[in-house]
Structure formats: structure tokens, C-alpha cells
């Protein structure tokens, strides 16, 4: 049973225009969600996060909302830009002493 | 965030033989845990390394399979035992603070078992 659901393995956007990630979640005891990007050979990055309790946090080109009763997030990134072509991948954690639930990821394509 | 290194970067190795993997972290953290990535799937808790005390496995993992050390609070080691075709995945060092939701991330080791 899948808690953490990437449901677009791939997205292709033009440059300059805005990425929209998503992700669903099933389990209502996860307390803050996560966004990393992946290189390929690299290890995840980790670029944003969000408590439960919030729906939105903001930190540069990159946007999270959470809507709770719908257990769905989204990643936007504004503008897109040739150097954020990899994959994202959404977590989400009931706490910092507990290990993350991920998903498939988001292969995301930056067009020139 | 830490420095986190995770040595070796990739092996291949026969079936029925072990790799240990090493992740060295630059300041102390109070958690560490160890995940999976098999081919075209998403990363996946394998354990807690706990100090000074044995690991807390997830669902599926099991200590004869995974052996976890964690002797001081900047350092872990992962083996996998008895390796199989089935084993070939990148195995991910993770580190974070208890009061803090970030985790990050070694840059992973890709096992190829033939």
C-alpha cells in the first residue's frame, strides 16, 4: 500500500514558465512533508518542507501548498530554469526521530 | 546541512557474498537511518541505526539480511548479507537532528550483484 503517490512519472516544461509537482498521501498522522530533487548518481537534495499546520511555504523560486483535507501537495517552482531538470521526489514524516515515506518521484524536463 | 560521505560509491559483487557500506558524517547528528532505492521505485526505509544499541528495522528487514552498526554519533555502517540478484538497488545514508524535520542525504552506493 502505496502512502506517498507521484501520480506523473515524467513533466515537461518550457523555461521560464511555472513547474507544478503534486503529490497525494493517505495516512493522516503524517505531521510535515518534504520535497527533494535528485541528480542522477547523486544522493536526494533536500530543497522544502511544510508542517502539517501550515498550507503554504514559500523559500525563493520554490512554493509548497498543502491542502489537508484533500491529502495533497504541491511543489511549484517559478520561473523554471535548464538547472532544475531532475527528479523530484515527495516525502512525508510523522517526525524528525522517524524515517520519511516516499514517493516514485517526478521526472521534470526543462525545455529551452 | 552535513557533509555526508558514503563510501564505496558502487560495487558489483557475486551472489552469496557481503558488502559493507560506510557513511561518515562531519558533525554529530542524533539520527541516521539507511533506505533503498531498487530500480524505478521510490526510496524506502530500511532501518534506524540506533547508538550504541541495535537497529529498529522496518516491515521487511530483518538483521540477519541488513546488520546495522552505529558505534558513535557520526558514523554508521550498513552490510548487505548474502547478496542476491534481487539486492541490485542504491543504498542511501540519511542523517538528521530528532528536534528537526530535514533529513539529508549521502550521495548513495550502487550495488550490482551478478
Redesign the interface.
Known amino acids: 500500500d502505496?502512502q506517498?503517490k507521484q501520480n506523473s512519472p515524467s513533466l515537461s516544461v518550457q523555461e521560464g514558465r511555472i513547474s507544478i509537482l503534486n503529490c497525494d498521501y493517505t495516512n493522516s498522522m503524517f505531521?510535515?512533508f518534504?520535497w527533494?530533487k535528485k541528480y542522477p548518481?547523486?544522493?536526494?537534495?533536500?530543497l522544502i518542507?511544510i508542517?502539517s499546520i501550515k498550507d503554504k511555504n514559500e523559500d525563493g523560486r520554490f512554493t509548497v501548498f498543502l491542502n489537508k483535507s484533500a491529502k495533497h501537495l504541491s511543489l511549484h517552482i517559478v520561473p523554471s530554469q535548464p538547472g532544475d531538470s531532475a527528479v523530484y521526489?515527495c516525502?512525508a514524516?510523522g517526525?524528525?526521530?522517524d524515517?520519511?515515506?516516499?514517493?516514485?518521484?517526478t521526472h521534470l524536463i526543462i525545455q529551452p | 546541512s552535513a557533509v555526508i560521505s558514503q563510501k564505496p560509491s558502487r560495487d558489483i559483487c557475486q551472489r552469496g557474498t557481503s558488502l559493507t557500506i560506510q557513511c561518515q558524517v562531519d558533525s554529530q547528528v542524533t539520527m541516521m537511518f539507511w533506505y533503498r532505492q531498487q530500480p524505478g521505485q521510490s526510496l524506502t526505509l530500511i532501518a534506524t541505526a540506533n547508538q550504541g544499541s541495535e537497529a529498529t528495522y522496518e516491515s521487511g528487514f530483518v538483521i540477519d539480511k541488513f546488520p546495522i552498526s552505529r558505534p558513535n554519533l557520526t558514523f554508521s555502517t550498513l552490510t548487505v548479507s548474502n547478496m542476491s540478484p534481487e539486492d541490485s538497488s542504491i543504498y542511501l545514508c540519511s542523517v538528521g537532528q530528532a528536534e528537526n524535520t530535514e533529513a539529508f542525504f549521502g550521495q548513495g552506493t550502487r550495488l550490482t550483484v551478478v
Open positions: 502505496q506517498v505531521d510535515y518534504l527533494y548518481a547523486e544522493g536526494p537534495t533536500f518542507s508542517s521526489f516525502a514524516g517526525g524528525g526521530a524515517g520519511l515515506t516516499f514517493g516514485k518521484g
